[in-house]
């Protein structure tokens, strides 16, 4: 393509410099004409593929796994061995009941995003209300305070975009009872702090918002992103589980999004779930 101000790549080279991670400004450059501008892209795609090469080596001779994985492996170990979170698997299959119970009825937003199993069962699109249940069901018989966490696979219908995936790895975790009464958002930001410590994060944003199913939210943002979500209680949603007047507080990661942040990459389908990237790495060289 040419205008007025020269030559551009054209979209094949842009979208395979893309992919092989080019920042955007590298693919936006413009050229005298078009000799020099192919130049430039095979240039730039063997610079790439070489990069590429390079931490695919140093992924499968030295860190032997993804940046996924690292986040998952960091935030876990600090909750156990810091924090004396126990980590739990609770089933990925989830009744429609368990979505009543959390408000999410036919009316509401999340509805539209359930992947469906069969008339009665879905994939859950979150951890809370299977951690609510067993929340609840272990305070009753240890009579003593609960601090859990999961981490697991959460499937959401989006209309995908750089940072919202189909299947994503949430980390939720929960204290219960928690601090006394007027203390919790204190607590949430005190927990939210230690995990992106954990995490290896140093800029972040903490913020207040209201949320339609979990009431005032303490949010972690990254830029525009939200890469958490913590909610404490007492909570209208807490009778649904059997909980009566106790404080707690919860709070649910995006780990893709952690390690998108961590990476600076531009998509969060590179570090998701994939066959295609490895790691951030494009397989196609
Ligand atoms: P958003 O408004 O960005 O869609 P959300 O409010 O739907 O996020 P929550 O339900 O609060 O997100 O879930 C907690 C965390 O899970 C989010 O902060 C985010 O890190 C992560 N998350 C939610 N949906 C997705 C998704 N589709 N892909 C990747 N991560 C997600
Ligand atoms: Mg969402």
Not at 120 to 136: D, F, G, I, S, V
Not at 149 to 156: A, K, L, M, P, T
Not at 196 to 211: C, F, N, P, Q
């Amino acid at each position: 393509m040419k205008d007025m101000n020269g030559t551009f790549l054209t979209q094949t080279q842009k979208q395979r410099l893309a992919e092989l991670g080019a920042p955007e400004s590298g693919i936006a450059a413009a050229f005298s004409d078009t000799a020099s501008r192919d130049l430039f892209f095979k240039e730039t795609e063997a610079t790439l593929i070489a990069a590429s090469k390079r931490r695919l080596e140093q992924l499968m001779s030295v860190d032997h796994r993804p940046i996924l994985i690292e986040v998952e492996d960091r935030m876990s170990r600090w909750l156990r061995e810091e924090m004396g979170f126990t980590q739990v698997a609770t089933p990925v299959i989830l009744s429609d009941v368990q979505l009543t119970k959390m408000s999410i009825g036919d009316d509401h937003p999340l509805r539209e995003q359930i992947f469906r199993i069969d008339k009665t069962k879905c994939l859950r699109p979150m951890l809370a209300p299977n951690l609510y249940e067993l929340m609840q069901s272990l305070y009753k018989v240890t009579k003593k305070q609960v601090k859990l966490f999961e981490i697991g696979v959460c499937f959401r219908k989006e209309s995908q975009g750089a940072q919202h995936l189909n299947e994503f790895t949430m980390l939720n975790l929960v204290e219960f009872p928690s601090v006394p009464e007027g203390q919790q958002r204190e607590r949430l930001t005190e927990i939210a702090k230690g995990a992106m410590k954990a995490a290896g994060l140093e800029s972040y944003e903490l913020e207040v918002t209201d949320s339609a199913v979990y009431g005032e939210t303490v949010d972690i943002i990254v830029g525009e992103m939200e890469l958490a979500s913590g909610a404490y209680g007492p909570h209208p949603l807490d009778i649904n589980f059997g909980i009566f007047d106790t404080s707690w507080v919860g709070l649910g990661i995006g780990l893709e999004r952690v390690a998108l942040a961590l990476r600076g990459e531009t998509g969060i389908k590179r570090v998701g779930r994939s066959i295609t990237y490895l790691d951030g790495i494009r397989l196609n060289f």
